[in-house]
């Protein structure tokens, strides 16, 4: 059974940045894309960003196309999220998945692909 632990949330000031990590422990975490969304009050849960097992090949909503990446480091069980020019509109809990498609070719956006998810890290911008 995976686990995954967010961290790097917090509270930023409009036109700032954060870096969010989340680490995977109890699988092989190479043979699975890793998949980000954020959750804000009141609202459901939307997709962010995704990156296959490779890395090779990345997706992203158009709310966050341009200002956010996502990356990992499977050496570290490590996917990130880089969030630059963050907005009020991003304030969220932000949570990592893993898919549930071992070596799955593309990205996904969907929550029903992916079967683990972290606890959530609060990201709030201030204006």
């Known amino acids: 059974q995976v686990q995954l632990v967010e961290s790097g949330g917090g509270l930023v000031q409009a036109g700032g940045s954060l870096k969010l990590s989340c680490v995977a422990s109890?699988?092989?975490?190479?043979?699975?894309?890793m998949g980000w969304f954020r959750q804000a009050p009141g609202k459901e849960r939307e997709f962010v960003a995704s990156?296959?097992?490779?890395?090779?090949?990345?997706m992203y909503a158009a709310s966050v196309k341009g200002r956010f990446t996502v990356s990992r480091d499977n050496a570290k069980n490590t996917v990130y999220l880089q969030m630059n020019t963050l907005k009020p509109e991003d304030t969220a809990v932000y949570y990592c998945?893993?898919?549930?498609?071992?070596?799955?070719?593309?990205?996904?956006?969907?929550?029903?692909?992916?079967?683990?998810w972290g606890q959530g890290t609060q990201v709030t911008v201030s204006s």
């Open positions: 109890g699988r092989t975490f190479s043979n699975y894309g």
């Open positions: 990156i296959i097992w490779s890395g090779a090949t990345t």
């Open positions: 998945a893993v898919e549930n498609r071992v070596y799955w070719p593309r990205p996904s956006t969907r929550t029903s692909d992916y079967g683990t």
